[in-house]
């Protein structure tokens, strides 16, 4: 695919394999750029290396996460992509049109069972469960502490003495 840019190369991608948005091509190649540049924060020897399928999945979360926050779930599924399996896809379109390189481990099975998406995804934005407020024999009866009475009174406050 020389002499082709990368946005040519995925018009030809796209016509080929319409289950996933350009869009997600790009979300794809821009997370790559993203945990390659945590992974070099971690390591010491400060250096570009091959990524993993599961290094770059873990790196696809964080990075999907960090630019969609809760949308996150809503953008994917928007440009096809329900599963890791869907990443895999698209990473091994991209390498069968030169646009990313592959060692002989690499694989599709390597994106397989990474990680659900709704935990994934939606979960970290969801309420946090509060502890229930413990029973005691005031609140059993409906019975409000004293202190609690007078913020939660029935009675309009136009409708009590003043004094």
Not at 146 to 153: D, F
Request: overall charge negative; aromatic content about 10%.
């Amino acid at each position: 695919m020389q002499g082709q840019s990368f946005d040519e190369v995925l018009d030809a991608i796209v016509a080929e394999d319409p289950r996933y948005d350009r869009d997600a091509y790009h979300f794809v190649r821009e997370g790559l750029d993203y945990t390659q540049q945590q992974i070099l924060k971690q390591e010491t020897e400060g250096k570009l290396r091959h990524v993993s399928g599961q290094e770059l999945l873990g790196g696809l979360r964080a990075y999907a996460l960090d630019q969609f926050g809760p949308m996150t779930l809503t953008v994917l599924t928007e440009w096809g992509v329900w599963r890791c399996e869907d990443f895999g896809e698209m990473v091994f379109n991209m390498v069968e049109h030169e646009l990313l390189a592959r060692t002989d481990e690499d694989s599709r099975d390597d994106f397989k069972d990474g990680y659900d998406f709704l935990e994934a995804f939606r979960k970290p934005f969801l309420p946090s469960a509060k502890p229930a407020r413990p029973i005691t024999a005031l609140n059993r009866r409906g019975l409000r502490p004293a202190s609690l009475k007078a913020r939660h009174s029935s009675k309009p406050k136009s409708d009590q003495p003043q004094g």
